[in-house]
């Protein structure tokens, strides 16, 4: 985006401001759709809820993932095949999973065998049948990575405890075990562990084949392909992480229907950008500190995860500095946390913006919003014409 329309977009909406653009969200979901052609594609709602970001991505002809009955009410209005919705959660409530059935959701996860026999009893109340996938926990995936869902969690069912409940599990009539679901962490770098994940799921399905009753409609693996977020990752080769998988599906004997792929981040992450100007510099024992009006209550994840990419975008008419130094930017809640990052850059100025880059996933839905009573920035949608 050029000098002119970021000026254009600050004079005429302030800052701070959302823009999203939907030409790079259409991009990143043609690459997924032509690489990943004979899968099922789904978009996690949790990414990025905004109503306008999930209709274009329903009308490129991708699934929906929802974890609440908020979520599946946004994929409804943004028009998701509802059929095909998948509700998945390791917390589902009674109330939420009647409003799925209600609205015509026929495809669960199940993360215990609670959840297994909640949503048989509801479903054999409103006199249907739905499909459940089982999400698996896993030991030998288990990795250091800030959010790995393997071993020592919350999520999933470990095949030991499915095996022991096999009796029970086969005596529930509304409901259909239909297949398996891993996921072993967020934004993995490593494409090898896609092939290790792939391999075990696949190894660990046919196991409970031999246990439970399971007609294999669909193995969902998954895997959230990640964006790079700083200067020194490189952006994913999601070929490669497809011919890793079709390597293994490749060299299983199981038999099975459809092989699923769950995606966020990728899709949205790099379509977006937040603009936020610099209200204050300061030096503060020896270091230079530039305050801007973003808020962390608007912009929570790269406090609790990874700081991003940024750039300097000078508004006013010194030009940039040749000599670079470290500047801590930070945002002006009352928390010692509210701080983007340290990073090099030429001397800022007041008034000058902070862009702040791959920042489409998780900005809102992972953000406090309701610390210090601010209402949240506009969000501008950049739509395909």
């Not at 653009?21 to 759709?33: C, M, T, V």
């Not at 908020?70 to 994929?75: K, P, R, T, V």
């Not at 399905?205 to 990640?226: A, P, R, V």
């Not at 998780?362 to 210090?372: E, L, Q, T």
């Amino acid at each position: 985006m050029d000098l002119k329309k970021l000026r254009s977009i600050i004079n005429d909406y302030k800052s701070p401001v959302y823009v999203y653009d939907g030409w790079k969200i259409r991009e990143n979901a043609i690459k997924l759709k032509k690489t990943f052609s004979k899968f099922k594609i789904y978009y996690s709602i949790k990414a990025n809820p905004n109503i306008e970001v999930c209709r274009l991505i329903s009308k490129l002809n991708f699934e929906a993932e929802v974890v609440t009955k908020g979520e599946l009410e946004i994929a409804i209005k943004a028009w998701f095949r509802v059929r095909n919705i998948l509700f998945a959660w390791p917390c589902k409530i009674q109330s939420h999973i009647k409003f799925a059935i209600v609205s015509w959701i026929r495809l669960f996860t199940a993360e215990s065998i609670n959840q297994m026999r909640l949503i048989n009893s509801i479903a054999k109340i409103y006199k249907c049948k739905v499909k459940v996938i089982i999400r698996i926990n896993e030991i030998n995936l288990y990795s250091n990575a800030w959010e790995s869902m393997m071993w020592n969690s919350q999520f999933g069912m470990d095949t030991d405890s499915i095996i022991k409940s096999k009796d029970e599990i086969n005596n529930l009539t509304n409901i259909t075990i239909i297949g398996t679901q891993f996921y072993a962490s967020s934004q993995i770098l490593d494409t090898k562990k896609l092939s290790k994940s792939v391999k075990y799921q696949l190894s660990i399905t046919k196991k409970l084949q031999k246990h439970i009753s399971m007609e294999i409609g669909l193995i969902d693996i998954w895997w959230w392909f990640w964006i790079p977020y700083k200067e020194n990752e490189k952006e994913l080769n999601i070929k490669w992480c497809a011919m890793l998988v079709n390597k293994e599906l490749k060299n299983t004997k199981l038999i099975f229907d459809e092989i699923a792929i769950e995606s966020g981040r990728y899709l949205v992450g790099n379509a977006w950008i937040f603009l936020t100007k610099i209200i204050d510099i300061k030096e503060n024992f020896w270091r230079t500190y530039a305050i801007c009006d973003g808020w962390m209550v608007w912009f929570t994840r790269p406090i609790l995860v990874e700081s991003h990419k940024i750039r300097l975008i000078k508004f006013n008419k010194r030009k940039l500095w040749s000599n670079k130094e470290n500047v801590v930017v930070c945002w002006p809640s009352c928390s010692s946390m509210d701080i983007l990052g340290e990073f090099d850059m030429s001397y800022p100025d007041i008034g000058d913006i902070i862009l702040i880059e791959n920042a489409g996933a998780y900005w809102r839905s992972m953000s406090i919003h309701y610390f210090h009573c601010m209402k949240p920035p506009i969000e501008i949608f950049l739509p395909i014409i």
